[in-house]
């Protein structure tokens, strides 16, 4: 199974700052890589697939980059919808799998 | 809108059958491979699987023995049933569309919890 590795586990962060999340791969995944987020109560939401596109109805302020093992998630200025946990997730190949989620909390 | 919507006991004794249905309103099955992810308290999320429309399946092999999913594509409806269950298999279980053109799962179910325990 490919392994996938977020950092920070968690981070507090105020309105309008700029976040930055990374995931590295236990090895290459190309650009099969997406992000979504995790609220709670709520479905969790894509917001970016293929490392860099970004999802129909997403805020520009998500954007990401990367490929083959080492990807990064920015948030370019921080809102108030934007707090939950946030997973990469490769689809590479089978079985998918996820990062253990990075909490982005309200500092 | 496409909408998921699992649906399924709450509650499920050890060693018996866990069995989840997903409603999808709003949409169609056809053209889609469709997924069941879950997350157990304070862990990762696990991928358990998918179903293309047709009925074909590709499972986590860590759970491929206990596992079996299918589609009703005249009910808008997917299932999954896991068999043997231990206390591990408590998760809140989401289902999930994938796109055929590369595994990007572009919509979540909010999931439901399912708690073994006697």
């Known amino acids: 199974d490919i392994q996938m590795t977020q950092s920070p586990f968690s981070l507090s962060a105020s309105l309008g700052d700029r976040v930055t999340i990374t995931c590295r791969a236990s090895?290459?995944?190309?650009?099969?890589l997406s992000w979504h987020r995790h609220t709670p109560g709520n479905a969790p939401k894509v917001l970016i697939y293929?490392?860099?596109r970004l999802q129909s109805g997403v805020p520009s302020r998500f954007s990401g980059s990367g490929s083959e093992t080492d990807f990064t998630l920015t948030i370019s200025s921080l809102q108030p919808e934007d707090f939950g946990i946030y997973y990469c997730?490769?689809?590479?190949?089978?079985?998918?799998?996820f990062g253990q989620g990075t909490k982005v909390e309200l500092k | 809108q496409v909408q998921l919507q699992e649906s399924g006991p709450g509650l499920v004794k050890p060693s018996e059958t866990l069995s989840l249905t997903c409603s999808v309103s709003?949409?169609?099955?056809?053209?889609?491979?469709w997924s069941w992810i879950r997350q157990p308290p304070g862990q990762a999320l696990e991928w358990i699987g998918y179903v293309y429309f047709t009925g074909s399946t590709n499972y986590n092999p860590s759970l491929k023995s206990r596992v079996a999913m299918s589609v009703d594509t005249s009910n808008n409806r997917l299932s999954l049933k896991l068999n043997s269950v231990t206390a591990a298999d408590t998760a809140v279980y989401h289902c999930a569309r994938i796109l055929p053109r590369d595994g990007t799962i572009d919509l979540w179910g909010r999931g439901t919890l399912v708690t073994v325990s006697s």
């Open positions: 090895r290459s995944i190309g650009t099969y």
């Open positions: 997730q490769q689809s590479y190949s089978t079985p998918y799998t």
């Open positions: 709003g949409g169609f099955i056809s053209g889609y491979y």
């Open positions: 293929g490392a860099s």
